[in-house]
């Protein structure tokens, strides 16, 4: 099965740059498709990109497009997720998740498996 673990994150000035890793610890390998969410407080979840498990179809939120990167080595069980420039308002926890298909990428109900979530705070 799919166990994710998230590394990353962190206190960052705005402005800055920073990467989170999601990996797959369990026994299945590469045959996922991987969402990022995020979540603050007085806000429900928030989709912020996806990726498919060739990693050759991805998808962002307005709210990050052209500042985020979702990109995935398979070798490694490892999806990642860049982002620059970085708002106070991209403060929250951040979390992956992963399942064998998932199909608009941007709805949590897709995801089965989930990494125990990160905190990112981005002080002005």
């Known amino acids: 099965q799919v166990q994710l673990v998230q590394s990353g994150g962190g206190s960052v000035q705005a402005g800055s740059s920073l990467r989170l890793s999601c990996t797959n610890s369990?026994?299945?390998?590469?045959?996922?498709?991987v969402g990022w969410f995020r979540r603050s407080p007085g806000k429900g979840r928030e989709f912020v990109a996806g990726i498919s498990y060739r990693g050759d179809n991805t998808k962002y939120a307005p709210s990050v497009e052209g500042r985020a990167t979702i990109s995935r080595d398979n070798t490694k069980n490892t999806v990642y997720l860049d982002l620059k420039r970085l708002r106070p308002e991209d403060t929250a926890v951040y979390s992956c998740?992963?399942?064998?298909?998932?199909?608009?990428?941007?709805?949590?109900?897709?995801?089965?498996?989930w990494g125990q979530g990160t905190q990112v705070t981005v002080s002005s």
């Open positions: 369990g026994r299945t390998s590469g045959t996922y498709a």
């Open positions: 998740g992963a399942d064998v298909t998932a199909g608009t990428y941007a709805l949590p109900f897709e995801y089965s498996a």
